[in-house]
């Protein structure tokens, strides 16, 4: 069974395209952009190491931050939105030449970063997210059989969040204004992420703790869904702008419970089937809900604080739902409850890698030693990720 809703109608079920050449991808677009995505966060944390072993000649903090988000971060997004958009409207999958148009963006992006353009890394992201964007407005308005899920509309709003916050970093103006340039800040490093975890995650975790995808059986809850998705979407975009203009508590605490609230509301957290990437799943949402929690109390150091949320949060929560897709895809969905040493190995290295990264917060003369580990400890569970499904991103259900 696939990973996505559309294989539960079966007036709409049919074979894709043949196992070979850029139409099959395009059908799957998560195959490349997952894997590309992966790379590119190893890549990202190894600017640490190498900074300290003058190996490298400039401080890649804004470097890191942007590969980690625009290039790591975003081929999740556009992987997960770009294979499941379409098939949660019943309507066309990607063609060939939209999923060349939009990797080669994420690629320019990467580079761009990489190579100290990040003015250009930023506009070929706000390109990429335009461009995915388009790709699935017009398959909605023109092509849908069925409306997508209400909780879509956050999704949408990560893709709006993550828009606005890299055009602004395109701005002389937001640089030289402190307040603008926290708020753009938020936009592209939370807000991209944030809300999408809540629409996609609402949808999916349901299917990864063993239920089913909690689609609304009435219209009266299918408009209770996309009223809380609504409201949902504006308190975090106004927690955003709390912060940013001052009110920093405030905002955190609004994303904090909002977060909580919208998830235990629309979830059913009942485990059908466990697993150790079920185990998983709570562990990121944990420690990704207490790195919200904890940074405004230690502000000086929230950066640190953050990448609770960042690593623990985001990017663990993003190779565990891969990973459920990659399953789903393959044919194996059953593999994804196995109980597993090497998956529970895996996970503590995404829990070490949060923690070790968060620690120069509260003792500062471990910052260097801590970036390098938790960079090579990332980099070590991203390696490891791909080597683990590197059968999965060629292998294909049939039905």
């Not at 074979?15 to 890549?43: N, Q, T």
């Not at 992420?193 to 995808?213: A, K, Q, W």
């Not at 629309?266 to 904890?294: D, F, H, M, R, Y």
């Not at 683990?388 to 039905?399: L, P, S, T, V």
């Amino acid at each position: 069974m696939s990973a996505f809703p559309a294989c539960k109608h079966k007036k709409h079920k049919a074979r894709g395209p043949r196992k070979h050449g850029l139409r099959w991808l395009a059908s799957e677009p998560y195959r490349v952009f997952f894997a590309s995505g992966a790379m590119w966060s190893i890549i990202g944390v190894s600017l640490w190491p190498l900074l300290y072993a003058q190996l490298i000649g400039f401080n890649p903090n804004f470097v890191h931050a942007r590969i980690m988000i625009e290039a790591f971060g975003g081929a999740f997004v556009v992987g997960f939105l770009g294979t499941a958009g379409p098939r949660m409207a019943t309507a066309p999958k990607l063609t060939s030449l939209e999923l060349l148009w939009l990797f080669a963006l994420h690629q320019a992006c990467g580079i761009s970063h990489l190579t100290l353009h990040l003015a250009w890394g930023d506009a070929f992201f706000v390109a990429l997210l335009v461009s995915l964007m388009l790709c699935l407005v017009i398959r909605v308005i023109r092509f849908r059989k069925e409306a997508p899920p209400p909780q879509m509309l956050l999704a949408l709003t990560g893709l709006a969040c993550g828009i606005a916050g890299a055009a602004m970093q395109l701005s002389r103006a937001t640089l030289m204004d402190p307040q603008r340039l926290r708020l753009a800040n938020l936009l592209l490093y939370q807000g991209l992420l944030l809300p999408p975890v809540l629409g996609i995650g609402s949808f999916v975790f349901p299917r990864m703790l063993g239920g089913d995808f909690g689609d609304p059986k009435t219209a009266a809850q299918s408009r209770a869904k996309l009223v809380r998705s609504i409201i949902a979407a504006m308190l975090l975009v106004s927690s955003f702008f709390l912060e940013a203009f001052g009110m920093v508590t405030l905002g955190y605490a609004v994303r904090a419970i909002v977060a909580a609230g919208y998830l235990l509301i629309e979830v059913t957290w009942k485990t059908q089937q466990s697993g150790s990437l079920a185990t998983g799943l709570s562990w990121a949402l944990i420690i990704g809900w207490l790195g919200i929690v904890l940074a405004p109390f230690y502000y000086a150091q929230h950066v640190s604080i953050e990448h609770l949320i960042y690593i623990g949060g985001f990017g663990m929560l993003m190779l565990i739902v891969g990973s459920r897709v990659l399953f789903g895809h393959s044919g194996d969905l059953e593999g994804f409850f196995v109980k597993s040493k090497w998956v529970r190995f895996l996970i503590f290295l995404g829990v070490l890698a949060a923690t070790t990264r968060a620690t120069p917060a509260w003792v500062p003369s471990t910052t260097v030693s801590h970036h390098i580990y938790a960079a090579w400890t990332w980099g070590l569970l991203s390696l490891f990720w791909l080597l683990w499904h590197r059968q999965r991103f060629m292998k294909r259900d049939e039905e």
